[in-house]
C-alpha cells in the first residue's frame, strides 16, 4: 500500500523560509509523477508544484521563484524548499501522486509575525 508521510511544517515569520519533506512508503517515486498540494481555511485544495518521474517541474503561479519541489529516488522522497513565505501562504501542504489518488495526512504551515 502507497503511504506518504510529510514533515518539515511550522510556524515561520513573514519572508522566513521552510522546507518540507514528504517520505513514500514504498519504491514509487520512480513510477509516479508527485505533487504537493495546499489547503488553506474554507479554501479547496490545490496544486502547487509537481514533479515528474523524470524531473520535469510545474509550479502554481502564486509560488513561482519562491519553491522549489524535487526528489530524491533513492530515498525515495519528496521535497518542497519554500523561501519568501507569505501569510497567503499559510495552509496544510500535503505530498501525493499527480493525479492525486494517493496522499499523506499533511503538514501545517502558518507564515505569521
Known amino acids: 500500500q502507497v503511504q506518504f508521510v510529510e514533515s518539515g511544517g511550522g510556524l515561520v515569520q513573514p519572508g522566513g523560509s521552510l522546507r518540507l519533506s514528504c517520505a513514500a512508503s514504498?519504491?514509487?517515486?520512480?513510477?509516479?509523477?508527485m505533487g504537493w498540494y495546499r489547503q488553506a481555511p474554507g479554501q479547496q485544495r490545490e496544486l502547487v508544484a509537481r514533479i515528474t518521474s523524470v524531473g520535469d517541474t510545474n509550479y502554481e503561479d502564486s509560488v513561482k521563484g519562491r519553491f522549489t519541489i524535487s526528489r530524491d529516488n533513492a530515498k525515495n522522497t519528496v521535497y518542497l524548499q519554500m523561501n519568501s513565505l507569505k501569510p497567503e501562504d499559510t495552509a496544510v501542504y500535503y505530498c501525493?501522486?499527480?493525479?492525486?489518488?494517493?496522499w499523506g495526512p499533511g503538514t501545517r504551515v502558518t507564515v505569521s509575525s
Open positions: 501525493g501522486t499527480y493525479p492525486l489518488t494517493y
Open positions: 514504498v519504491s514509487v517515486l520512480s513510477v509516479y509523477a
